[in-house]
């Protein structure tokens, strides 16, 4: 037997007819990697600057912002769902910690506030998707509209100044010259990785994703689980917001008005599927990389920011074509498996 | 009735192959008109692809289709229609959102110009409703229909457009008992209007009742072909396999043990379909078969063990202690209660998921310490399960979307079984799998009675019912009205007649 061999003969340590089947994600994952290294050959062969460490921690400062939201969006996208009111949430997230901030309090208290007033919309637009089943788009749309406008109204419309500057620590440079934000963005990077691979509720989410029904039916909490990946979508804006201010040092309003869509195609291009129960970090991590790459070696080259933004649609448009392709070589791969499935001489043990 | 003369489909050494795999070898037969032919085979045996060259949807590496005695060309699936050949497909498509008339007119809707006559497509989806004999409402929405109803707007579909050949592929998988016999007589109906019908099933009693003609696919290889009057299912069934079909040892008869696992008192439900004080008992290692037609309430029973219905009154006993009847799945595991639902697509499997993940998700809890999954145990496990149910797949880590039905109902199962449950409840255990495969997953359920579980089936193959229960226990009309032991060939009609059908 070729492919069909039962897997009962992979328990037995008997492996000679095991191939190395790359999942899906890998896969993903290879042609990411790679789009990125000959997008980065093309920027340092225009400018030698490109690859020069100050401005890869640079790239990495400003998608970390980004990066950080992504994750939460990661983790809505796999649940099935995705939250367009992070583009509300992280500028609210950065009025908030510069108004307390401005009050005097210290910085991880107005990191709490920022956090919380966040988390609010979270758990209103988890009420909405998980228990009075309004779909995601409309639900994370009126709370987008709701947090957008409240960040306004606190923010009176204009930029709110840091009175100290010193409270820019959240973007700072300490450990190793780097950048905080960079290592807030890869610390929360690795617990999600965690959350997702070993634990229960990592998987949890991944079934509930991948078909609802079942996973109800598995006895798996889906209205809870539903409201927490909003909460904790919720969370990562108002952190990301507030991170955002501490680079700005000014709280804005307008500052990251955009989070929603770029952190979407972040996560799709890092290989999750819209339809729920696919998705993983270090494909998200690339696709943020990305596009803060496309971004930063463009504007270095000088062009202009109109076209930056056709090309990130051009690029997230050939990653998903690039993915179909697969799909239908791999469809085709399956067909040629069942086929050969069911030989009814096969021993079976 | 309108009699049309048709032509014969003929074909000729039609041969496929997908990268080195041979799908269809050299397969040669006719289908003529006025004849109902059964294609039979295992999932893989080349069933579907022989059905999409047909329909256009794939073409033969070498050989020829003929019809009449001129050969034809069906590249496309709108040249397939040309020539008179309509597929129904097992998952149909039609447009949810338009009605009953358009969808019989789909594509080509009475017009002038631009502009097309919801009149002039009433009178015609009207007439040919009529004269067809059928009973559909016109008007209603595609996606407001029963699951029979949309596949009659299929038939009528086919038939109004005056098809030569008409291929089903496993038609009757998501009917009840009267849809499927309804559906059968309209099969018949359209043979004796003179087109011929290839009918693709996996139910021998069916095929048996209807067919004239007999194909069985067996590795891309056409290994029988004749006349159905001339053989009987015992011979069908070891073409298919080639082997004969082994017979299932070890039924306990008389000699269960007193011990109730499961016992329910009094189970009573207002609302259709409704309960009227049903009280029944699982004992240990003890299979229970619920036998009744749709809406007869033997369903009922099992999705609320399931805990899918929280309105059923009345007692329920696990291992003789009192629990409170399952409000949520969640609740009817934690009472020690496995449930496998009758749709594994939709209610059953998460198509996303590794085999690995799929056989631990009901136990994750237990394998898990700190909500951390202890991967090693988590693996052990899935490979324990997979030995035992015989799973093929590539690998323990390939998706569960992508193996076929049998070894995804192996998986569905095993994942209730990880759980330990003191009883098992299935609902339909072997819908739409092949022989093969549903012979080895009755040997299961037996194995597992052997080591003590207590298992109540609810099935409405009523073959199945006969071949794997203990005991069988006839629902109608919300009433358990008869009970059967020692339950022999015999006993399949005299079920069938006690549950009010046929």
Known sequence: MDESTAISRFSKGNSPFRKVVLSEATIRFIILGIFLVVLSLIFSSRNANFTSGNNLANILGNASVIGIVSLGQLLVIISGGFDLSVSGTVPLGGVVFAIILNKGWSVPAALLAAVAIAGIFGLANGILVGFVKISPLIATLGTWYISAGFALTLSDGVQIPFDDRADGILSARTVFGVNNQIWIFLGISLVVTFLLRFTVFGRSLYALGGNREAARLAGIPVSAMTVSVYVISAFMGGLAGAILASQLLTGSGTAGINSALQSIAAVVLGGAALTGGVGFVAGTLVGVIILGALSNGMSMLGIPAFFQTMATGIVLLLAVILSQFRKRGSFRKSEQVSSSKSQPQHPTN | ?502
């Open chain 2, 1 to 502: 009735m309108m009699i049309v003369d048709h032509a014969g489909v003929t074909l000729n050494n039609l041969t496929k192959s997908y990268g080195s795999q041979k799908v269809l070898h050299e397969v040669s037969f006719s289908l003529n008109p006025g004849q109902i032919t059964g294609l039979l085979g295992e999932n893989g045996a080349g069933k579907s692809t022989l059905a999409k060259i047909l329909a256009g949807a794939t073409t033969p590496d070498t050989g020829s289709i003929l019809i009449g005695n001129k050969h034809v060309s069906l590249q496309t699936p709108r040249e397939s229609l040309a020539h008179g050949i309509s597929f129904i497909p097992q998952e149909l498509i039609y447009v949810p959102r338009l009605t009953v008339a358009e969808n019989i007119c789909l594509g080509r809707w009475p017009r002038k110009g631009f502009v097309t006559s919801p009149t002039q497509m009433k009178t015609f989806a009207e007439s040919e409703v009529t004269r067809l004999g059928f009973d559909l409402p016109l008007q209603s929405e595609m996606n407001s229909l029963s699951f029979a109803q949309q596949q009659t707007v299929e038939i009528v579909k086919a038939l109004s457009r005056d098809s030569k050949l008409i291929i089903l592929d496993e038609p009757t998988a998501a009917l009840n008992n009267d849809e499927s016999a309804q559906l059968l007589s309209i099969m018949g109906n359209m043979a004796l209007s003179g087109a011929s019908i290839l009918y693709i099933s996996h139910r021998l009693d069916e095929v048996f009742s209807i067919c004239t003609a007999l194909q069985v696919l067996r590795n891309g290889s056409l290994v029988f072909s004749g006349d159905a009057s001339l053989t009987d299912p015992a011979e069908v069934i070891s073409h298919i396999l080639g082997r004969a079909e082994v017979q299932l040892e070890g039924r306990r008869g008389n000699a269960i043990s007193q011990k109730a696992v499961l016992k329910i008192e009094n189970w009573s439900r207002q609302q259709y379909p409704s309960l009227d004080a049903v009280s029944l008992e699982v004992h240990e290692g003890e299979i229970v078969g619920l036998y009744g037609l749709a809406g007869s309430g033997a369903e009922v029973v099992a999705q609320t063990l399931g805990g899918l219905i929280p309105d059923v009154v009345g007692m329920t006993f696990i291992d003789q202690a009192a629990v409170t009847t399952p409000r949520s799945p969640r609740h009817s595991r934690l009472a020690g209660i496995g449930y496998v639902p009758a749709d594994r697509k939709l209610q059953g499997l998460v198509p996303t998921l590794s085999v690995r993940n799929s056989l631990s998700l009901l136990i994750m809890r237990r394998l898990a310490k700190w909500g951390v999954i202890n991967a090693k145990a988590e693996l052990a496990n899935a490979n324990g399960m997979a030995t035992d149910t015989q799973l093929r797949a590539r690998s323990i880590e390939q998706t569960v979307g992508e193996l076929s039905g049998g070894n995804q109902q192996k998986v569905l199962m095993a994942s209730r079984i990880a759980q330990k449950p003191r009883v098992l409840v299935l609902q339909e255990p072997t819908r739409g799998v092949d022989v093969g495969a549903r012979v080895e997953l009755h040997k299961l359920l037996r194995k597992l009675a052997d080591s003590g579980t207590g298992q109540l089936v609810v099935t409405s193959d009523i073959e199945e019912a006969v071949q794997i229960c203990d005991r069988l226990l006839i629902f109608r009309e919300g009433r358990v009205t008869r009970e059967f032991r020692d339950l022999n060939s015999e006993t399949q009609s005299a079920a069938l007649h006690a549950a009010g059908g046929m």
